[in-house]
């Protein structure tokens, strides 16, 4: 029997514990979403989650290869990747211009990461801005979970938890600092020390203290009710990222992966995400005879795929 350590480890898991984290424990609390619709969305974001993070897998495994300069198949692959998983939206009416932008936004991560890996030098600006991306998964979860309430996001809300979620990944990246560093994955603290050696835990206390400034700032604008709630739920999300910092550890050795065909996983991820297409339209066209408000959670496809197909991202799916 599998112990709850073992089962939060797989990938599945560690997507749960990322709508655990965000949706159940920040947005849903911020957005005050009925506990019906909770129930009816919770699935289908888990899901969407679960096959985010692994695309996002294509940086690590091309990370000495420019795609934009070298079009492989994992480049060509990606494309129809995304093109599927927009398919997939639309058919259960999750699409519209804010999660289209947040799609975007993914690409434009990967890229980033992928460009700044490939060159083998990362500035200040290049970490920052891939800081500030990274979060572009949670943030879709939370465009999706409007889209299918069939109501728009609030500019001054979606503004207000930008830099918290920045401030959340930079706690993240703290907290699991060696763990990282051991594994060679992408990490904020590791590049700031990468580039101010000694000085590395000061410069990334003066961002950290930025976007916490923007947060409080913008926190500020709204009724003390509402902000003394938006706060208590908020805080302790990036709380890590403003106590003492982990010591600098330098970097262990890690054996190289055995290589495999460029594109070898990702094509596989293409076919799962057809699968999935497949499955969504299938209960789009069983929920038809629905009426439109019933609280019957909407049950994922993602039992018709077996959980190897697709590309594991060590990262996007570590448990906070």
Same mark, same amino acid.
């Given at each position: ?5 073992? *089962? ?12 655990? +984290? #965000?949706?159940?424990?920040? !947005? $849903?609390?911020? +957005?005050?979403?009925?506990?019906? =619709? ?11 989650? $679960?096959?985010?993070?692994?695309? =996002? ?11 934009? @300069?070298?079009?492989?198949? =994992? !480049? ?12 997939? *939206? ?7 211009? =804010?999660?289209?932008?947040?799609? +975007? ?20 600006? +290049? ?7 990274? &979060? ?39 907290? /699991? #600092?060696?763990?990282?560093? @051991? ?12 580039? #101010? ?13 930025? $976007? ?15 902000? @003394? ?15 003492? #910092? ?6 262990? &050795?890690?054996?190289?992966?055995? @290589?495999?065909?460029?594109?070898? !996983? ?9 699968? %999935? ?8 066209? /069983? ?14 496809? *993602? /039992?018709? %795929?077996? %959980? /190897?197909?697709?590309? *594991? ?8």
């Amino acid at each position: 029997m599998n112990s709850p350590a073992v *089962l939060a480890a797989t990938p599945l898991g560690k997507a749960a514990a990322i709508v655990r +984290d #965000y949706v159940l424990r920040m !947005y $849903y609390e911020v +957005d005050e979403v009925p506990r019906l =619709d909770r129930l009816r969305l919770t699935p289908l974001l888990l899901g969407v989650e $679960y096959l985010v993070y692994r695309v =996002d897998s294509l940086a690590e495994r091309n990370a000495t290869v420019d795609l934009d @300069a070298v079009r492989n198949d =994992d !480049y060509e692959a990606f494309h129809t990747y995304k093109k599927a998983f927009e398919k997939v *939206l639309r058919a259960l009416g999750a699409w519209n211009e =804010d999660v289209a932008f947040l799609v +975007d936004e993914a690409e434009r991560f990967v890229r980033l990461e992928n460009g700044a890996t490939s060159r083998g030098t990362v500035t200040r600006g +290049d970490v920052l801005a891939m800081v500030e991306l990274r &979060p572009t998964d949670v943030r879709l979860l939370r465009a999706m979970a409007f889209a299918l309430r069939g109501r728009p996001m609030e500019p001054a809300t979606r503004d207000l938890l930008w830099p918290v979620e920045v401030l959340a990944d930079m706690a993240n990246d703290l907290r /699991h #600092y060696e763990q990282d560093v @051991a594994a060679g994955t992408l990490n904020v603290y590791a590049a700031f020390v990468e580039l #101010y050696g000694d000085a590395a835990a000061t410069e990334l206390r003066r961002e950290a203290d930025r $976007y916490e400034s923007m947060f409080l700032e913008r926190l500020s604008a709204l009724p003390p009710e509402r902000r @003394a709630r938006i706060a208590e739920v908020c805080r302790p999300r990036y709380a890590a990222a403003l106590e003492p #910092y982990p010591r600098v550890v330098t970097a262990r &050795p890690v054996p190289a992966p055995p @290589a495999r065909p460029p594109g070898t !996983y990702l094509r596989k991820g293409v076919v799962a995400c057809a699968a %999935l297409t497949a499955g969504v339209l299938a209960a789009v066209a /069983h929920r038809r005879g629905r009426p439109r408000s019933s609280p019957l959670p909407i049950r994922s496809p *993602l /039992h018709l %795929l077996p %959980l /190897h197909l697709l590309p *594991l991202h060590p990262k996007r799916g570590r448990a906070s």
